[in-house]
């Protein structure tokens, strides 16, 4: 059996061919079309108290009007479809810009869920969802007295 070492990134691949690396690392690394080609979807953190689920999810820059938030049998579903369109004119210039913002996230709800008892608020960038639970469901805390 005979062991060959392939070459790592010890190996200068620069030196074969620096030009091509340089081309495909540049248009792999630019912001502008990484920025295009990653969906964005807004960080969420879910929660659990003794008497109601919390849904966070980070969005700023956006307006309460911009949410919709619908319950489908036992699916909440939370999304932001917004569509901007920017002119400037200038002296030797005009630019146009367009700017389209929109993600959906669904979350499955358990059987305990009070399905008339779901609120939602945001403030400061962060969109609260509070879901209730059912009354049957939440546990009573109690002392056991041991005999």
Known sequence: ??????????????????????????????????D?????????????????FSIEVAAPGLQKSDFKINVDKNIISISVEKQEEKEENGKVYSKKEFSYTSFSRSF??????????????????VLAVK???KEEAIVAKRLIEVK
């Not at 059996?1 to 630019?30: Q, R, W």
């Not at 295009?36 to 109601?52: G, K, Q, W, Y």
């Open 108 to 125: 499955t709800l358990p059987d305990i869920v009070d399905y008339a008892n779901i609120d939602a608020s945001y403030e400061s960038g």
């Open 36 to 52: 295009r080609l990653v969906t964005r979807v807004p960080a969420v953190n879910i929660t659990e108290s003794a008497d109601a």
């Open 1 to 34: 059996m005979a062991l060959i070492k392939l070459p790592g990134k010890s190996y200068n691949t620069d030196a074969v061919n620096p030009f091509v690396n340089n081309v495909f690392d540049n248009l792999f690394n630019d912001s502008f079309i990484s």
């Open 131 to 133: 879901i209730g639970k």
